[in-house]
């Protein structure tokens, strides 16, 4: 069974930096595709990057050039950092993890505020 944790949220000024962190229990991780999702208020769920097992990335438009996503697949985690942070950044962003098979896991999202 895969559990997802992420840690790392909080509130932060216009243009400011945070790190979020995903870890995973379960040996299948270095074999899975990796994502950060995020939702924001009212609105629909969205993806913010996702990584390969090998470390290939994709980005949204919104967060490419702000937003590094990476794994350590010795640690089992996958990391989300967050440069130039804007109001529209604020959301509750969730880690998520899908198998070689197709099976999707959740975490249970951990809350970004951006907010002078």
């Known amino acids: 069974q895969v559990q997802l944790v992420e840690s790392g949220g909080g509130l932060v000024q216009p243009g400011g930096s945070l790190s979020l962190s995903c870890a995973a229990t379960g040996s299948i991780f270095s074999t899975s595709d990796m994502a950060w999702y995020r939702q924001p208020p009212d609105k629909q769920r969205e993806t913010v990057a996702t990584?390969?097992?090998?470390?290939?990335?994709i980005y949204g438009n919104s967060v490419r050039g702000r937003f590094t996503i990476s794994r350590d697949n010795v640690k089992n985690t996958v990391d989300l950092e967050m440069n130039d942070l804007k109001p529209a950044d604020t959301a509750v962003y969730y880690c998520?993890?899908?198998?070689?098979?197709?099976?999707?896991?959740w975490g249970q999202g951990t809350q970004v505020t951006v907010s002078a």
């Open positions: 990584i390969t097992p090998t470390g290939a990335t």
């Open positions: 998520r993890l899908r198998t070689p098979t197709g099976d999707l896991y």
